[in-house]
């Protein structure tokens, strides 16, 4: 079964400053996608970022990037030029291709709160 | 374009009870999943459906049902409510399945007492 981890439950960070939160998981497939999604205190889920496995290129998306190492199984997403709206929960989380059996669903990791200092 | 509306945003309902919640994907979207969402266990997979067939299922007990309708509107509903059953219920809808971008609703908070 796959699982997802993320070892930090909570972050800080100064605004304007870089912060990198952590996320491994564990499949045993070769195709995967993983995501970052945020949820602010609206508990409004939003999707950050997504990676497909077989890219080798990094995905990024403005003051969002990750850093995807397959071997390793990490998946981390730095954000630069932090601002007060980034405050938020942020959830890694990890989907199989839409293909048979168990997949057609999210697992995601317990989540790393981070708090954005003025 | 409208996003994923999940409705109620809240309710409390009595332990023993039963509740339905509805969730209104984006237009064109085919696929519908469910995640519980508790402070202590996280989010959690409850089911996945795509033009009216469930194509996954959680480890949930059977108490926990769900439907897609024609129109890809989904209902999920939870029969003899338990107090350990309070929780943000969230709703995500994409084109094709969770693999792909999935939007979510806000959620319904349920309070069972």
Not at chain 2, 36 to 51: A, D, K
């Amino acid at each position: 079964a796959q699982t997802v981890t993320q070892s930090q439950p909570e972050m800080s960070v100064q605004e304007a400053e870089t912060v990198t939160l952590s996320c491994t998981y564990d499949t045993s497939e070769s195709d995967y996608y993983l995501f970052w999604y945020k949820q602010p205190p609206s508990r409004q889920m939003i999707l950050v970022i997504r990676q497909e496995a077989y890219k080798q290129q990094n995905a990024t998306e403005n003051r969002f990037s990750v850093n995807f190492q397959k071997a390793a199984k990490s998946f981390s997403l730095k954000i630069s030029d932090s601002q007060l709206g980034d405050a938020a929960m942020y959830f890694c989380a990890y989907a199989a291709p839409n293909s048979g059996g168990s997949n057609y669903k999210l697992t995601f990791g317990k989540g790393t709160l981070l708090t954005v200092n003025p | 374009k409208a996003g994923v509306t999940q409705t109620p945003r809240y309710l409390i309902k009595t332990r023993g009870q039963q509740v339905t919640l509805s969730c209104s994907p984006i237009s064109g979207h085919r696929s519908v999943s469910w995640y519980q969402q508790t402070p202590g266990q996280g989010l959690q997979f409850l089911f996945e459906y795509f033009s009216e067939t469930q194509r996954n299922k959680g480890n949930f007990p059977g108490r926990f049902s769900g439907r897609q309708f024609s129109n890809s509107r989904s209902e999920m509903n939870v029969s003899t409510l338990e107090l350990g059953d309070s929780a943000l219920y969230l709703c995500a809808s994409s084109f094709m399945g969770p693999n792909t971008e999935a939007f979510f609703g806000q959620g319904t908070r349920l309070t069972v007492v």
